[in-house]
């Protein structure tokens, strides 16, 4: 490991196998030492608390985070994530992953991650505004369209970005569109963005098949998370031609080897809040989906699905690793010995970054594109990143992960050799 990174307090998971990548990339990259010690700490680390008035007169105090990476490439952008696990180190761990992300993807941005830890669902509506705004309120003097750009993540969406661009603007005193990504449309957001991730996912996907001159119509997709990106997953991929055989959320998950109704199972969803009872399945234990037999395993939901407790179990032929970090190092390791693809976060995950840049740009020209056009560049964006990835890796005879770090790594070495260091 790399002995001078930065440590942070508290659970380093994410920066941990963050840092065990960039070590493995070290070793096929030419990258000059200053840009390993960039790499390995944090530019900004800010934890504050979070006061809240809750609805019964209390006071309760929240503890917040926001983290900016790098900015080598160009202004930090991240997302804003509600959710109990939050913790200074978890962020430092997604923002390192942000900046690889926006690198291999070419995109003008450096990386950065924050959130709440805080369970969004046993909070009023009134005390989430509240809760928002007052997260925002604390950052105004360091996020900005031009510094650090918030975007939506795990817990949070259209309605909390609306809150932190307004709450931004009134603090400045203009209104200020490109402080956030994610917003509705009437706001300078784009059409359909809560779809975003899951379309990047079903686009990399696509790529990655005819890369390997196979077609997705008429494979297998096990889906594991059924959250917003996980129900966009399941029926894009259904309406793709693919046979969606199992899903699963925190509760359980269902099985049914000739495919899952997606429509069905949608109302089945809405109706009880789980997937768990549908009619149209096999309800099974929700751990159980990674030992499906399938052609793919989207990972959609949290960090560390895949373990060393469990990929022992994997019998996907591809994994698809769309959640930030869903597949530790330890068993990334253990799949790549085993031969088993794994098409990495910084891929996968791209559709929302793609989206998020396309919003900036439109807020800074003041005119909105069609959704057609949207999901057009976003489809072209991601398909020719996953074809740079897979031409590379196999080139070089590596992963498709290394791959990513190693081109991700080029470019922001450039870029911190030309730049230099100030002052």
């Excluded at 899951?198 to 390997?212: C, I, N, S």
């Amino acid at each position: 490991m790399l002995k001078s990174a930065y440590k942070p307090p508290g659970e380093p998971g994410l920066w941990h196998d963050f840092l065990a990548q960039l070590e493995r990339t070290l070793a096929h990259v030419n990258a000059h030492p200053a840009t390993v010690e960039y790499l390995t700490h944090p530019r900004r680390t800010v934890a504050l608390t979070v006061p809240v008035q809750l609805d019964d007169g209390t006071v309760s105090f929240f503890s917040g985070y926001r983290v900016v990476h790098n900015i080598a490439l160009g202004p930090a952008r991240g997302g804003v994530r509600y959710h109990p696990r939050v913790s200074l180190g978890q962020s430092v761990g997604l923002a390192a992953i942000a900046t690889i992300q926006s690198a291999v993807f070419r995109l003008p941005y450096g990386g950065a991650a924050g959130g709440v830890s805080v369970n969004p669902r046993k909070l009023s509506i009134g005390e989430v505004e509240r809760l928002t705004r007052r997260y925002a309120a604390e950052l105004v003097d360091v996020i900005g369209p031009d510094k650090d750009i918030l975007g939506p993540d795990l817990g949070t969406g259209e309605r909390e970005m609306a809150w932190m661009m307004d709450t931004f603007s009134t603090n400045r005193g203009f209104t200020e569109p490109g402080v956030v990504t994610g917003k509705p449309p009437q706001l300078g957001g784009v059409s359909k963005r809560g779809e975003a991730v899951g379309r990047g996912v079903l686009y990399a996907v696509e790529a990655f098949t005819r890369f390997q001159e196979q077609d997705l119509a008429g494979s297998t997709v096990a889906v594991q998370g059924y959250g917003k990106v996980g129900r966009a997953v399941a029926r894009l991929f259904s309406e793709a031609g693919a046979k969606v055989i199992a899903v699963s959320d925190e509760w359980g998950a269902v099985y049914n080897p000739d495919g899952l109704d997606y429509k069905a199972l949608l109302a089945h969803f809405k109706e009880t809040g789980r997937v768990e009872g549908f009619s149209g399945a096999h309800t099974i234990g929700r751990d159980a989906l990674v030992g499906l037999d399938a052609d793919f395993l989207i990972l959609a939901a949290l960090e560390g699905l895949i373990n060393e407790g469990n990929v022992d179990q994997v019998r996907a032929r591809v994994i698809v690793e769309s959640a930030v970090g869903a597949v530790t190092a330890d068993a990334d390791a253990q799949l790549r010995r085993r031969g088993v693809p794994v098409v990495p976060d910084v891929i996968a995950g791209g559709g929302g970054l793609t989206m998020d840049y396309l919003e900036w740009v439109q807020n800074f020209s003041m005119f909105n594109w069609s959704e057609d056009r949207v999901w057009s560049a976003m489809q072209r964006r991601v398909a020719q990143t996953l074809e740079e990835v897979c031409t590379y890796a196999e080139a070089h005879a590596i992963d498709l992960r290394l791959a990513s770090y190693a081109i991700a790594v080029d470019q922001i070495n450039f870029s911190t050799h030309m730049r230099g260091v100030y002052p």
